[in-house]
């Protein structure tokens, strides 16, 4: 009993540490200035499933251009075609500085899912479409990639069982040691 009761603990710790993805977001609007992107990171758990949302904050690649210079929006988990996973993302609305209100409005954009990024498990790379409004001003493409994998703040928790582990069995090695 005395032996069981630290490897009880640090194995009890052990199932702290959760892993969390994290991926990357980017739109290409290249259409609106030669080179320019929107992009972001947002975290799912371990085990994305269906119905699972994230927040991301995107920033421009050339914040002058745009404002605001920066967005936040929701990514959302949904059921892939045919199968697997798809990321879609919230509506995103920011002004073209440079862009014009006639005869085309290429000032107040407003981008919107046209087809979905399609993965069969995460992480995942993957690419899909948008578009400026419906009838389309102009369409391009935004694409997911992993960022990383980190194990998420829960491993802190571990530390110290770890440590409560290593005290118990010094003092019942202490213990032991005493009545021998």
Same mark, same amino acid.
């Given at each position: ?15 702290? @540490? +959760?892993?969390? @993805? #994290?991926?990357?977001? =980017?739109? !290409?609007?290249?259409?609106?200035h030669?080179?320019? *992107?929107l ?6 758990? !371990? ?6 949302t $994230? ?8 914040? /002058? ?6 967005? *936040?929006?929701? @990514? =959302?988990?949904v059921?892939?075609?045919? =199968?697997?996973?798809?990321i ?26 046209? /087809?979905? $990024?399609?993965?069969p =498990?995460?992480p995942?790379?993957? !690419?899909g479409?948008? %578009?400026?409004?419906?009838? $389309?001003?102009? *369409?391009? $493409?935004? /694409? #997911? ?8 703040p829960?491993?802190?928790?571990? &530390?110290? &069982?770890?440590? &409560?582990? @290593?005290?118990?069995r010094? +003092? #019942?090695? *202490? %213990? +032991?040691?005493?009545?021998?």
């Amino acid at each position: 009993m005395r032996i069981l009761v630290p490897f009880v603990l640090l194995i009890g710790g052990a199932g702290l @540490i +959760h892993a969390s @993805i #994290i991926e990357s977001i =980017s739109f !290409n609007l290249s259409s609106l200035h030669p080179g320019s *992107t929107l992009s972001g990171t947002f975290t799912l758990p !371990n085990t994305p499933s269906v119905g699972n949302t $994230a927040p991301v904050t995107l920033s421009f690649s050339d914040p /002058s251009d745009y404002s605001p210079t920066s967005l *936040t929006g929701t @990514i =959302s988990v949904v059921s892939g075609t045919p =199968s697997g996973f798809a990321i879609d993302f919230s509506e995103l609305t920011f002004t073209n500085v440079a862009g014009t209100v006639s005869p085309i409005d290429t000032k107040d954009i407003d981008l919107t899912r046209a /087809s979905l $990024a399609q993965c069969p =498990s995460f992480p995942c790379t993957a !690419n899909g479409s948008f %578009r400026d409004r419906n009838p $389309a001003v102009f *369409t391009a $493409a935004y /694409s #997911i990639s992993p960022a990383a994998q980190v194990p998420e703040p829960g491993y802190l928790l571990f &530390l110290p &069982l770890l440590f &409560l582990t @290593i005290l118990l069995r010094r +003092h #019942i090695r *202490t %213990r +032991h040691a005493q009545q021998s």
